[in-house]
């Protein structure tokens, strides 16, 4: 069984700029969640998905947003990028239930210039 | 909000020794789940054992065992026979049973020593 997939793995963009990160969920699961992750901070929650739902939201502004498609497939936007997003941004798949696994992607490295 | 703690940001241990990595956590709720994740130099996060809170025995997975102590809020990691794989990042972390979110920890950063 294929495993969950990130697009880019690596990205760089200027200040100002918007960005788009994909996340495709291992088969069958319809929950994702996106992490972000940074020397600093740590692993922290940005948002879960499911079916197509955000279910739970982290403490992030609103230029943090993402969606789920039907294929469970979820994309997340930063708009407005400033110099402390860079991080790398983690996702992670499951089917959806508190007592399941949540198993990550290979995450997508942003780096804001 | 939950709170997971880990103490030691960093640890080594000798190939073929015991280490043992420690988690704290913080939560009123009765019905959880706890985890440890491994992050290696490639960033991929790999799940290296799981334990369910209203279970009393402590998961093993192979060399890898934990110590759950439910009324201490203390959830930590063994590994025996350390190998040089071993060496990563090691996140502590606690998933609500009444939510999705995941807390995790700050992270241990394990050398395995040849």
């Known amino acids: 069984k294929a495993g969950v997939t990130q697009t880019p793995r690596y990205l760089i963009k200027t200040r100002g700029q918007q960005v788009t990160l994909s996340c495709s969920p291992i088969s069958g699961h319809r929950s994702v969640s996106w992490y972000q992750q940074t020397p600093g901070q740590g692993l922290q929650f940005l948002f879960e998905y499911f079916s197509e739902t955000q279910r739970n939201k982290g403490n992030f502004p609103g230029r943090f947003s993402g969606r789920q498609f039907s294929n469970s497939r979820s994309e997340m936007n930063v708009s407005t990028l400033e110099l402390g997003d860079s991080a790398l941004y983690l996702c992670?798949?499951?089917?959806?239930?508190?007592?399941?696994?949540?198993?990550f992607g290979p995450g997508t490295r942003l780096l804001v210039l | 909000a939950q709170t997971v703690t880990q103490s030691q940001p960093e640890m080594s241990v000798q190939e073929a020794e015991t280490v043992t990595l420690s988690c704290t956590y913080d939560t009123s709720e009765s019905d959880y789940y706890l985890f440890w994740y491994k992050q290696p130099p490639s960033r991929q996060m790999i799940l290296v054992i799981r334990?369910?809170?209203?279970?009393?025995q402590n998961a093993t997975e192979n060399r890898f065992s934990v110590n759950f102590q439910k009324a201490a809020k203390s959830f930590s990691l063994k590994i025996s026979d350390s190998q040089l794989g071993d060496a990563a990042m090691y996140f502590c972390a606690y998933r609500s049973g009444v939510g999705n979110q995941f807390y995790f920890g700050t992270g241990t950063s394990l050398t395995v020593i040849p």
């Open positions: 992670a798949s499951s089917r959806g239930h508190a007592e399941e696994t949540q198993y």
């Open positions: 334990q369910e809170a209203y279970k009393q």
